[in-house]
């Protein structure tokens, strides 16, 4: 039933009905016995005052030797009929409209008989002294109507008063969902961009966890609205200034009538317009995080996604006279990850470390073991991060406060991110001995050590992959 | 007119100190807080651009402070969040004028010699001294109409002195104004401006007050 109000009214309705059907039945059932017990008393009465007028048999007989005679009885009404036979079988006087076949048997006492289609029920009194006895019967037919007519009495009101039920019942129920009618026209009429709690004041126990449901879900996505518009805000806040450094740089480029000055800004503006593209491709990188379906997750070798992304940073490195070292403890190390997950966050570390490191320095790649985890290290030897900064840092659009390099505050993010959908977390510090370690750490199911076979075999596989490759 | 740049992304801080000094600012450039704190102490700068995002703070934190300090330096933000809210703010905090980011760099330079002349009282965008009229805007200097060349020394000097008329100006204030840090003042002194400014313009121009500095006499 689609309809809560017509659910409810037909549930009440179908009690009610029942309960009142069974009343019916009872009091049908002890109307009849009560009509039974009170007509059986009259008909009792009725023969004791008729056996109490009558004068004994031979009288009968002498003074009315004919039944019409009899006819003085006292009259009663037509739903009794009276006989009055002597002892010996002879019908001495009847009411009008009184069968002639005898109403009893001859015994005393109830009895009931059918007599020409009709049922009679019969009391009757025999008296010795004046040898005369006394039958006063009622015919059953009149006593159902009776008890018929009683019912139909009561069922007329019964009607009526079913309707009037229905009626209440139905205004009832619809008041009593009243409370719920008005979370639904609050709802309906909400502005879809109202976030706002329901604001209703003292909500009905029941819906209560309706409401508190519905509140949360709203102040939720109020929430997730406000950081996204927050997001959205930094982003573009985070492209307004390369875009006024850009803007700046080509005034300058065109103002400028020396050489000098105008390369030097050219320069900057494709720096400018790096800078710019990395930022646009690490919003893109987060969004595509964020929103996207997870990615298949495989068995990735470290060492292999270090290879690609040394290649990839070649350039980076060279200019800013960094080495990226890979330690043997990678090797031979797998990931459970997708493999584009990996390389994402492994490029954002390689590139913070990159931008952070002194010229000629390095940046190490290893892996350790610590407690059940390991931990993919990037260590490199640049300032590192003021121990008071370190934990605002993995924020978004965040950039230290000495940093002047052109990273946009997103990469942690995005390598946090990318862990947590694979439920490894980043570990950041400074080391004692100078420089910072980002550590990518995830558990031990994530992680395998592969079998490493070394000799003459499987370096020719490698050469003949290589020549393969270069074919 | 020397300036003070408030600026800390790279690129930009780069653009607005080149791109002043070619519209004929002296310009100093800062990227921190801190920084600009003590460079404001020192130096007594016609106008400050200030960017509101910085590294150790928000610019309208440094405004306010400078002004609850008494300090009345013309300051154009310098922002990216560039909502009606956020120049209300940046205004009822004590800022003169605001630039939302990307920006043209002549508009920077137009608001800031706006903002600075009126600092100084002077609404007109072209200085009048007798039959020379100097306009800071297209940086040129007329005698009865007729164009008098000048370097940008020479024209910042005269510009200067032009400002307000009848003050004394010592030649460390002229040098201030002159020279950014960057600038290598080198033998290029005020005083050798000053002689090629009179021998262009005659002796009656620019006065020495002896033992103070230069001036021109109130017209």
Redesign the interface.
Known sequence: MRSLRVRLFVLLAAMTVLVWSSAAIWIYASTRADVQRVLDRRLVEAAGMVASLATDAEDLLVRRPNQSRLVPLPHYSRQLSCQIWTLDGRLVGRSSGAPSQPLADGRSGFSERVISGETWRVYTIADPARQIRVSVGDNLRVRQRLIGDLMLGLLAPAIAGGVALAVLIWAAVGAGLAPLREVARLLARRDPSDFSALGIARPTEEIRPLIAAIDSQFARLEQLRADERHFI?SA???L??????????A??AS??DDAA?RE??LH?IR??VD?TARLVGQLLDLSREESGEPLPRQWVSVAAAMDGLSDEFSNDLRRADVKLVAIDTVVDLDLHIAPASLLLALRNLIKNAIDHSPLGSAIEISAEQRGDCVALCVRDQGPGIPADELGKIRGRFV??????G?GSGLGLSIVELVLSQIGGTLHLRNLAQGGFEAAIVVGPDLTRRREIRLGAESQAHTVSKGSQGSN | MRILVIEDDEILFDAVRTGLVLEGFAVDAVETIADAREAAASVDYDAVVLDVGLPDGTGLDLLREWRKAGRSVPVLLLTARNSTRDRIEGLDSGGDDYLGKPFDLHELAARLRAIARRAKGNASPALSWGDYTLDSASRELTRSGEAVALSRREFALLEALFEQPGRIFSRAQLEERLYGWQDDIGSNTVEVHVHKLRSKLGREVIQTVRGQGYKVARP
């Open positions: 805000a573009a806040h985070e307004q200034t390369p875009l006024a450094g850009l803007r700046a740089h005034d300058i103002m400028t000055t030097k800004s900057s720096k400018s800078r950039r230290g406060a000495r940093t002047r052109p």
